[in-house]
């Protein structure tokens, strides 16, 4: 089976009827305008896992997005980069990791990225330790993300 086909149906599973998207139609507006998706037709769809899973989890830390784009399913953060919320998007993405061992999104046979969009402004002081901290998780903040 192919991430196309599978995608949306470890989607609906996991985040309720409804929450799987066709395209980027998953993001917010102001979100979509941060992403270049390249070929369209290798959008597979997205979904918004923060809005899906706010009833059940309302105090967690959760990431906002998954998309699936040429095989490779790319979970996104739109997340202001500042110094002080590093700290929190690292505490996102270790409520996504944690989300996935359990989730069927997590048992797609597909290559996996995560992605720190700014919502604004990059503003984390180079060589901090928060800056440091962020890329051992694999984070580094950018302004637009290219899929």
């Not at 996996?112 to 998780?137: C, D, E, L, M, Y």
Request: overall charge positive.
């Amino acid at each position: 089976m192919t991430l196309e086909k599978e995608f949306p149906k470890a989607i609906e599973r996991d985040l309720g009827e409804g929450a799987y998207k066709k395209g980027l139609q998953a993001l917010r507006a102001a979100d979509r305008a941060l992403l270049k998706p390249g070929n369209a037709r290798l959008c597979h769809g997205s979904a918004d896992i923060d809005s899906s899973l706010a009833a059940q989890q309302p105090q967690a830390s959760r990431w906002d997005y998954v998309i699936a784009h040429d095989q490779v399913l790319n979970f996104v953060e739109v997340h202001p980069a500042h110094t002080s919320e590093v700290s929190q998007v690292i505490k996102k993405k270790e409520w996504l990791m944690a989300w996935l061992k359990t989730a069927e999104t997590g048992k797609l046979d597909a290559p996996r990225r995560f992605h720190w969009v700014a919502s604004g402004k990059v503003a984390i002081t180079r060589n901090s330790k928060q800056a440091r901290a962020a890329a051992q998780k694999g984070l580094t903040p950018v302004r637009q993300l290219a899929l």
